[in-house]
């Protein structure tokens, strides 16, 4: 089969937002858009193992459907699929839902081409159409509230977007080639590799949600539309993972230095992310904290996956596992909040209510769901004695964490008031959304059985997880968590107005401290996208400077000073060199 | 006749030809001189495309006419001056299209056209020539045939730009012509040659071959609005947008540019420039420039003055390339005298057809518009994020080479100019997206359109104006997307690199 079914694949969304412009398609695009990703989910379902390189494309694109890329690809399109549907019809003004749909698809359009980009550029552009069109899916709906959120969404995003090219950059001088196959080895074996996997990290790692650089997700997640959320928490922070996974050097390193890194911050994400999720009080914020936690499980597995004894290929097989787990469980929860504040019968919430528990239990891991079998996949990587002693009680630590975070998820679930009932197309709107929310929930009842096939046929080593090992393992979190959840029950049943940690913790921390160190605050504010910066920089101190610089560049407009300007600029470019060269 | 030699004479020929036509036809035969320029233009495209095939097939163009006794004028095509040649018969095809319909009914158009072909031979000159002292004489012509165009629309600010534009370009002319000089003194009449002409000087003349560099850098750095001479460029954007548009993407700024790329690679020799110890300083300033630049395009109001501004860093993209050593460095040079062309060029389209046809000048003003003027936003935001440096625009191209060749010279500092730039290019370009697209319309003081003559009803302004902005967008788009391809600027650059590295 022709290799350019991968770019084709990816490339159908961009085209189908294309298009959805004109005026005549607008009908037809509202039918055509939920399925835009079913082509990549055939090609990651069906097509062979393909490759492809495209010379004239960038700097020579390069696409390969491996077993790492065509899982990815698969979640992908899968979510997409969940998450198109879902939006048909969850908006009420109908110029917005254009709108939305356009970006909706740009960003699906970059998440699904990053997966099977096998070199550096072609992943970075796809990573780059992701990132910039999920921020109008963020500010989606106009408030002040959610401009805010953007705004600190796109700060951090171009932070990472820089440090990336840098690090980018730096890799490709060594390894000269832009391709995976080449760039971690070079990583490797660079002189400065310790700056460039630093780079890699931390550039990725806004994405992935590595703290302190996480502090967009509780605000960006909350403020956009529950579809939106749950691409953005299902499989667009993913990204950032596969992205290490791709470009770091995975087992090549010589010491475990960077690998105990990540370890630690991956088991700091992961308690972190479920003590500030555990004292919010709306559910989005707190399940965005939940995947700042969840994401500490990646990182963890990344980092083992880092560690030089060759058990690279156990880490990634339980890392696309986790990331299928988290994936699913985690969009239907973000759908179900967006059905649940719709949703008016008592028998629809009830449904919507057990199917968010199944989903928050899989994410604590408790038997007989993903979660389970994703857990038991990490623990049971080869990584030396240490982490074969450790991750059992470790792995019950956080699992615990995770069941109280998810205690009070539900809770909040079970509290939230729906907002107005809205029908759409003759329907109250929950039945509408219903189906699919329903087919990912369903998919993550039969994860415990699909998983391990769909991992094993993409071509993962991974190995089956009896039901006695479900039970097992389980029994030993059950009978942890459920007196552990009754003695501390106050907590989770505890209501309050305002979260004791603001969403966005550190970035809502620092930014309130910089407020008052004025001058510093307003230098800031200058890199506020959208408010005009002049304003606001006259007021401060700097205001000297300034009018120091304008007034010099006034006096450059005057002849006379180009005269004299010419001569000096020669004088000293001439004695400096003479100064330099002796 | 023998079309080696006839070909380079009339590139040139036939823009001066078109400014004699215009210079003959009567103020209101507007369709004569539109058809007069259009031919003129399309000709020349088509001229280049022969010219380009030959250069391709190992064809050697050259035309040598005696000035003096020892002075050729030399008009010769070789392959960095066949793509500047590319570049700028393009996109004053496409800018003589926009000015057509800018001008649409505004007096003095004859002058305004005449003087505008002027300058396009001034330009194809610039990029023929052969020897300094024939880029020299086009150089100063170049200067000349501008400044009515500057003043084009006689305001007191106007005169006032004009004038000062007049002083830094003939001053900087003057600086040129004496280093060029001294050079002739050291080794009588020279020709431009990959490599280099001065290497065999170094053992005895070293400090003076650093007096002639930094002379002829100052002389060009005017045009390529190196700090602190870039003085007149923010002033000179008074002048109609199809005129800054040209300024900012082929005309004036890039003779500069294209000077001291010439200067470094075909006088000096890169290798040579290095081993005087020259090029570590002019990279610095340059880097000092992009970062400068960028800076005071965050403080301006005006959308041309905060475009002119950025002009003024990106040209120091082009300069740093040059200054680093290096084939990476030197590629993204020469690809970004292309990319930033065309998204400049867009960028100043876009700002033209929002004054013009909503009168829209500062960049506050914007709220809502992508709503208008879907279209013209369109090609605003993707020449914006091209500027950015956003993959897979042409920007992110020359940067990945810039960088990388930054890294490969040791020069990590370059890195780090690349990132605060694309960084404050984010902070100024963002923030006028944001608006255009996403920000609530102004009800109240929205003025009517001025242009009464839409072609077609529905569009959002008039098609001469919204055609060439939407062409130079996908370019700017399609040259980062198709990179890769031997067609492509960069590819161009790469071939043109490989050659100048050759041993």
Redesign the interface.
């Known amino acids: 089969m022709n290799g350019a079914i991968l770019l084709v694949s990816a490339l159908i969304p961009l085209v189908l937002a294309i298009t959805g412009l004109l005026n005549g398609a607008r009908v037809a695009m509202d039918r055509i858009t939920p399925w835009a990703p079913l082509p990549a989910l055939l090609t990651a379902l069906i097509a062979p193992s393909l490759q492809v390189s495209m010379p004239s494309l960038l700097f020579g694109a390069e696409f390969d459907l491996d077993a790492l890329g065509r899982v990815f690809l698969g979640l992908s399109a899968v979510l997409w699929l969940a998450a198109g549907h879902f939006s048909c019809g969850y908006f009420e003004n109908r110029k917005s839902e254009r709108r939305h749909r356009f970006f909706f698809l740009l960003t699906m359009s970059g998440n699904l081409g990053l997966t099977v980009a096998a070199d550096a550029v072609t992943f970075y552009s796809f990573f780059a159409l992701m990132t910039f069109s999920a921020y109008p899916l963020v500010i989606h709906d106009g408030t002040e509230n959610s401009r805010r959120a953007g705004r600190s969404y796109l700060r951090l995003a171009i932070l990472g977007e820089m440090l990336l090219l840098s690090g980018l950059l730096l890799a490709t001088s060594q390894a000269g080639s832009t391709e995976f196959s080449a760039l971690p080895k070079a990583i490797a074996l660079a002189p400065n590799r310790n700056t460039i996997i630093a780079l890699l990290l931390a550039g990725f790692g806004v994405k992935a949600g590595l703290v302190p650089l996480h502090a967009w997700l509780p605000l960006a997640h909350p403020a956009a539309p529950a579809p939106a959320s749950a691409v953005l928490s299902g499989t667009m922070i993913k990204a950032g993972v596969l992205g290490w996974l791709r470009v770091l050097p995975l087992g090549d390193l010589e010491s475990s230095t960077w690998s105990g890194i990540l370890l630690a911050s991956g088991i700091f994400m992961n308690l972190y992310g479920a003590i500030c999720g555990f004292v919010q009080v709306r559910p989005k914020e707190a399940l965005a904290y939940s995947s700042v936690s969840q994401m500490g499980y990646l990182t963890l597995a990344a980092g083992l996956a880092l560690e030089p004894d060759g058990v690279a290929p156990a880490a990634i097989a339980a890392c696309a596992a986790y990331t299928v787990h988290h994936g699913i469980a985690k969009a239907a929860l973000f759908l179900g909040v967006g059905a649940l504040s719709h949703a008016d019968g008592p028998r629809v919430r009830v449904l919507l209510l057990t199917g968010s528990l199944y989903c928050g239990l899989s994410l604590a891991g408790f038997p007989l769901t993903t979660g389970a079998y994703a857990k038991w996949l990490l623990k049971s990587i080869p990584a030396g004695k240490t982490w074969n002693a450790w991750a059992s009680p470790l792995l019950l630590v956080t699992s615990i964490a995770t069941a109280f975070l998810v205690a009070r998820i539900i809770m909040l679930l079970v509290r939230l008031q729906p907002d107005q009932v809205k029908h759409a197309y003759g329907f109250p709107l929950a039945m509408r959304l219903l189906p699919a929310w329903g087919s990912l929930v369903l998919l993550g009842v039969l994860g415990p059985w699909l998983l391990p096939i769909a991992l094993r046929s993409a071509g993962l080593h991974v190995t089956s997880f009896s039901a006695l090992e479900h039970i097992g393992g389980g029994a030993a979190l059950v009978l942890w968590t459920t007196p552990l959840l009754y003695i501390g029950r106050r907590l989770w049943l505890r209501t309050a107005a305002q979260p004791a940690i603001p969403p966005g913790d550190l970035l809502t921390f620092v930014g309130s401290k910089l407020e008052r160190l004025t001058p510093i605050s307003k230098f800031l504010a200058v890199f506020t996208p959208w408010k005009k910066p002049f304003s606001r920089f006259t007021q401060i101190r700097t205001e000297g400077l300034i009018k120091a610089v304008v007034r010099m560049e006034e006096a450059q407009t005057r002849w006379d000073f180009g005269m004299i300007a010419l001569a000096l600029t020669w004088t000293t470019l001439w004695v400096f060199l003479h100064w330099r060269t002796g | 006749m023998n079309w080696n030699f006839w070909l380079p004479i009339f590139l040139p020929l036939s823009s001066l030809v078109t400014a004699l036509l215009i210079l003959v036809i009567r103020e209101n035969q507007h369709r004569l001189r539109t058809f007069v320029n259009l031919l003129g233009a399309t000709l020349k495209i088509v001229m280049v495309a022969v010219v380009g095939y030959g250069v391709y097939t190992q064809h050697a163009y050259e035309a040598r006419m005696p000035l003096s006794l020892t002075l050729d004028l030399v008009l010769r095509v070789d392959d960095i001056s066949l793509l500047f040649l590319a570049l700028s018969s393009t996109l004053w095809f496409l800018t003589t299209i926009f000015a057509v319909g800018y001008l649409e009914g505004s007096p003095h158009q004859s002058r305004f056209f005449c003087f505008f072909s002027l300058c396009m031979t001034a330009t194809m000159g610039i990029s023929l020539a052969g020897n300094l002292i024939t880029f020299l004489i086009f150089y100063e012509m170049l200067t000349l045939a501008t400044y009515p165009l500057i003043v084009h629309r006689g305001t007191e600010k106007a005169l006032?730009a004009g004038?000062?534009y007049l002083?830094?370009t003939l001053?900087?002319g003057a600086?040129t012509l004496a280093g060029t000089a001294w050079i002739h003194t050291l080794v009588g009449p020279t020709q431009f040659a990959h490599g280099g002409v001065l290497a065999p000087l170094a053992p005895t003349h070293?400090?003076q071959l650093?007096?002639i560099f930094?002379?002829m850098?100052?002389g060009l750095?005017?045009k390529a609005a190196l700090f602190?001479?870039?003085?007149?460029l923010?002033?000179a954007m008074v002048a109609p947008a199809p005129v800054s548009a040209l300024l900012h993407a082929v005309a004036v700024v890039k003779a500069g540019v294209f000077g001291i790329v010439r200067l470094i690679y075909d006088v000096f020799g890169v290798k040579f420039a290095v081993s005087?110890?020259?090029l570590?300083?002019l990279s610095w300033?340059a880097g000092f420039t992009i970062v400068y630049g960028s800076i005071?395009a965050?403080?301006?109001?005006d959308l041309k003055r905060r475009l002119a501004y950025s002009t003024v860093s990106q040209l120091s993209y082009i300069v740093l390339g040059a200054a680093v050593f290096g084939a990476?460095g030197t590629i993204g040079a020469l690809a970004h005298l292309v990319h930033q062309g065309l998204m400049k060029i867009t960028l100043f389209f876009c700002a033209g057809i929002l004054g013009e046809t909503w009168g829209i000048h500062g960049?506050?003003e914007l709220s809502g518009i992508g709503r208008r003027m879907?279209l013209t936003m369109g090609a605003f935001t993707i020449a914006a994020?091209g500027m950015i440096?956003?993959?897979?625009m042409a920007g992110?191209?020359s940067?990945?080479y810039l960088?990388?060749g930054g890294?490969?010279a040791g020069d990590y500092w370059v890195?780090a100019v690349l990132?605060a730039s694309?960084?404050l290019n984010?902070?100024?370009f963002?923030?006028i997206i944001?608006?255009a697209?996403?920000?609530k319309s102004r009800q109240d003081s929205v003025a009517l359109p001025q242009r009464r003559s839409l072609v077609v009803p529905a569009a959002e302004t008039s098609l001469p104006l919204l055609l060439p902005a939407l062409v130079t967008a996908f370019m700017s788009l399609t040259a980062?997307?198709?990179?890769?391809?031997h067609f492509s600027p960069l590819g161009a650059a790469r071939l043109i690199t490989e050659r100048m590295y050759a041993p």
Do not use: E, M, N
């Open positions: 006032r004038r000062i002083a830094y001053v900087g600086v070293r400090h650093q007096a930094t002379l850098i100052v750095g005017v602190p001479l870039h003085g007149w923010p002033t005087l110890g020259v570590a300083p300033l005071r965050l403080f301006q109001h990476s960049v506050d879907p994020f440096g956003t993959p897979p992110f191209v940067k990945w960088g990388l890294v490969r890195l990132i694309s960084v984010c902070a100024y963002l923030p944001h608006d697209w996403f920000g980062g997307l198709f990179a890769g391809s």
